[in-house]
């Protein structure tokens, strides 16, 4: 019996694009000790553990925590491969670590680099264990995990007003947007992502969980390169910050449509 250890620190979008990597690990025992808040996108692959309560992050690391590694036969870690202090610690311990982000300079898609990273076959399309049951409004989440990859909110708005169905607005605990819903955790969102016809949103991790629920998704790039980051996925379209409201809510549309054919 393989016993398997994935430490995988890192934001939503992250983790999503990584999981097809992820369930190519899975082992006869898998545990993974990730960011709590990712914990529910993982719960499928096994064992979770909030990262921050193992204790892997002390600077010296204490002997239970050590005892706990040694019980795995392998540790894929994304966790401390540029802290030569933490690879020393455990220099004798079964672990392979592996960069954590694809370099900026990269034409491969980040779920590529991911699977290529543990010897995985390529394009994997990162997906959840998640219903589909389409209630016929769009999801809009203007925001994203940094301001500069944000289409201005008006935009947003401007393409709300174009839309041939209701909108439901989606915002995180602190971003400021009146009525938009709100969830704590990210099984309950994603669980009420399933339910829409159509989801718009920046390069963000809540545009990465839409798509993994296999919700079908615009998602508005600007700086960053939708060549490794976009959302994956055949129900995915990627529209760019210079369109018109227009353009962006025509394909909106045009994609809410093919779904109900």
């Excluded at 802290?83 to 370099?103: K, S």
């Excluded at 439901?168 to 704590?184: T, Y």
Aim: charged fraction near 20%; proline fraction near 10%.
């Amino acid at each position: 019996m393989t016993r398997r250890l994935i430490l995988r620190p890192g934001a939503i979008g992250d983790t999503i694009v990584s999981l097809p990597a992820l369930e190519s690990l899975r082992a006869d025992y898998t545990e993974i000790w990730a960011p709590s808040a990712n914990l529910p996108l993982l719960q499928h692959l096994g064992t979770t553990r909030p990262l921050v309560s193992t204790g892997i992050d002390a600077l010296r690391l204490a002997q239970p925590v050590r005892d706990r590694l040694a019980q795995f036969d392998d540790i894929v870690s994304w966790y401390g491969a540029n802290r030569d202090d933490f690879r020393a610690q455990v220099a004798n311990l079964p672990f392979r670590f592996f960069t954590a982000l694809p370099p900026q300079d990269s034409s491969v898609h980040a779920a590529d680099f991911y699977l290529e990273q543990v010897g995985a076959p390529l394009g994997a399309v990162p997906r959840l264990p998640m219903p589909r049951t389409p209630q016929g409004f769009a999801v809009i989440h203007p925001f994203s995990g940094g301001k500069t990859k944000n289409w201005p909110l008006e935009r947003f708005h401007d393409v709300a007003g174009l839309l041939p169905m209701p909108v439901r607005w989606c915002a995180g605990p602190d971003e400021p947007l009146e009525f938009a819903c709100r969830f704590n955790d990210l099984g309950a969102l994603a669980r009420w992502l399933a339910t829409a016809s159509v989801y718009v949103g920046n390069d963000s991790g809540i545009s990465h969980l839409a798509a993994a629920c296999g919700v079908p998704v615009v998602a508005v790039f600007g700086p960053t390169n939708p060549a490794i980051w976009a959302p994956r996925g055949d129900r995915v379209r990627i529209a760019n910050w210079d369109w018109p409201p227009e353009r962006v809510a025509g394909v909106v549309t045009a994609l809410a449509e093919n779904q109900c054919l």
